[in-house]
């Protein structure tokens, strides 16, 4: 099993271009999210998923947008590019029944992204 | 609000043991602990639930305090694989809310 696959794993970025990170899981789990980590710092929740067409915003959504066509993918796109999206940015997913708290978060490698 | 960790890093010589705490303001439904290592993905270690349960991996062990709204980690004859940054998750809402996370560095 691949677990949770991220692309691309590094990218550089002009001020105000566009992107979208991708996120696919084959674990076949309904739970995904999506975190930024700023350099020595924790993960900041921007946009987690319940299903496929699900979708709500987390801590630090602003700049960034998200959708959930399939149970697998769960993309992330930062449209206007800005210094301050410079992190990384991690994806996971959970498989989740009746409640989440006791179900573990599986992450991808992450994607590093400067924006100069 | 982002649970405080505490302390921010820590330096053990190989076989000594440690304690990492994680403090919420909120009410906790549970915790979760999960290590990172330099440039890797968090990885996950144990969930605490309501009710002070403890739990284990490997030398590593945990327990949680629901009423002080506190949860430590505890690292038993630490081994130089247990390098990495600790950082506690609190569960609300179906969402969670990860702490500023713990610096361990195992020398040997």
């Known amino acids: 099993n691949a677990g949770v696959t991220q692309t691309p794993k590094f990218r550089i970025l002009k001020i105000g271009q566009s992107m979208t990170l991708q996120c696919t899981q084959d674990?076949?789990?309904?739970?995904m999210y999506w975190y930024r980590q700023d350099p020595g710092m924790g993960l900041k929740l921007i946009y987690y998923?319940?299903?496929?067409?699900?979708?709500d915003k987390g801590e630090v959504p602003n700049g960034y947008n998200v959708s959930r066509s399939t149970t697998e993918d769960f993309p992330l796109r930062l449209e206007l590019a800005a210094p301050s999206q410079t992190s990384v940015y991690f994806c996971?997913?959970?498989?989740?029944?009746?409640?989440?708290?006791?179900?573990?978060?599986?992450f991808g490698d992450g994607t590093r992204l400067s924006i100069l | 609000q982002q649970p405080v960790q505490s302390p921010q890093a820590v330096i053990l010589r190989e076989g000594e043991d440690a304690v990492i705490n994680c403090s919420s303001s909120?009410?906790?439904?549970?915790v979760h602990w999960y290590r990172q290592k330099h440039g890797e993905a968090p990885v996950f270690l144990m969930i605490?639930?309501?009710?002070?349960e403890q739990k284990g991996h490997e030398k590593i062990s945990a327990s949680f305090n629901e009423k002080k709204q506190q949860s430590s980690l505890y690292l038993t004859a630490s081994q130089l694989s247990y390098s990495g940054t600790y950082f506690c998750?609190?569960?609300?809402?179906?969402?969670?809310?990860f702490g500023t996370g713990t610096r361990l560095t195992i020398i040997p």
């Open positions: 996971a997913s959970s498989y989740v029944t009746l409640e989440p708290r006791n179900q573990p978060q599986h």
């Open positions: 674990m076949n789990h309904n739970y």
């Open positions: 998923s319940v299903g496929a067409g699900i979708t």
């Open positions: 909120k009410a906790l439904y549970s």
């Open positions: 605490l639930l309501k009710g002070g």
């Open positions: 998750g609190t569960e609300r809402h179906e969402k969670l809310t």
